[in-house]
């Protein structure tokens, strides 16, 4: 089973995470007009990391985060909040071009992630 953990382990954990950054920027979009409401983002590259070393120094995989002996199956990123390029009146931070274009971004690495993944499965298969 460790050549399944090993094929998988690290298309499971950016899926994750990316789904995770696709609702934050969609929260952001849908409270643009929030007066006071502050944007905030996902740093892929650091959660993905950080959680891929948890799995490595942590081979116990629990359902709960308050269970004994490990950390939730699911992989979560720190939120950050996003500085604007133009300092707005109302205290809203969110910029919807901007917004817009990371959820553009962030949707086709999805969509890579999921063909990369298939591409595993496929080969999984085939052997």
Do not use: C, W
């Amino acid at each position: 089973m460790k050549v399944f953990e090993s094929a998988f382990r690290l298309h499971e954990a950016a899926l994750q995470l990316r789904t995770q950054r696709m609702e934050v920027l969609s929260k952001n979009i849908a409270n643009v007009d929030t007066p006071n409401y502050k944007a905030r983002d996902i740093d892929f590259e650091q959660a993905l990391r950080e959680t891929l070393a948890d799995i490595e120094h942590n081979s116990v995989v629990t359902t709960h985060k308050d269970h004994l002996g490990g950390k939730p199956d699911r992989a979560r990123g720190a939120l950050k909040y996003s500085i604007p390029f133009n300092t707005p009146l109302d205290g809203n931070t969110v910029e919807m071009s901007v917004e817009q274009a990371q959820f553009g971004k962030a949707s086709t690495d999805y969509q890579a992630t999921l063909q990369f993944l298939e591409g595993r499965i496929s080969g999984v298969k085939k052997a």
